[in-house]
């Protein structure tokens, strides 16, 4: 019996002394790399002016008809100005200007011209049209779309 104990003593230590090793070495081995809290502040800095910088692109005004259920015609008359995420897609913007411009007659067309009149109306049009637009191009271009002209009639 005294004989077994020892082994089981000696396990138990050769167990614990892993143990300890491992953790020793989990927490003064196993370290990131400091970071250069500098370097990471310019970086973000950089990328703060850098998205800072980003122009709206206009997209000319234009008249949509509405669906209305009166006899009297509606319309939204409507000026915009379209963010991209990076300045080189500006071009793309510009080129594509008749997709922007198809993709709100889609959409507005099937919408009242009372829900158009709300902020949840503006707002949902304009989800609406970036998630076509940006579906259509294939990639990520719309960031934000700021209406400058709005005028339901």
């Known amino acids: ?3 077994l104990q ?3 003593m000696l396990v138990n230590l050769v167990i614990m002394l892993g143990g300890v090793g491992a953790v020793f070495y989990a927490h003064n081995m196993i370290k990131p790399a400091p970071t250069d809290q500098a370097a990471e502040a310019e970086s973000l800095k950089s990328g703060a002016l850098e998205q800072a910088q980003v122009k709206a692109v206009p997209i000319k ?5 509405l669906h209305s259920g009166s006899n009297r015609l509606r319309y939204l008359d409507l000026e915009m ?4 995420f990076q300045n080189e897609q500006a071009e793309l913007i510009k080129a594509s200007e008749y997709i922007f411009k198809d993709i709100l007659i889609e959409i ?6 009372d829900d158009l009149d709300t902020l949840s ?5 304009e989800n609406k049209i970036k998630k076509q637009v940006n579906t259509k191009l294939g990639q ?3 960031k934000q779309i700021y209406f400058s002209g709005f005028v339901v009639q």
């Not at 005004?61 to 008809?65: G, L, P, R, T």
């Not at 100005?81 to 991209?84: A, D, F, S």
């Open 121 to 125: 109306g503006k707002i949902l049009l």
């Open 1 to 3: 019996m005294g004989k």
């Open 81 to 84: 100005n379209i963010l991209p």
């Open 140 to 142: 990520p271009v719309v």
């Open 108 to 113: 507005a067309s099937h919408l009242e011209p």
């Open 61 to 65: 005004k234009f008249v949509v008809n």
């Open 6 to 8: 020892n082994i089981l």
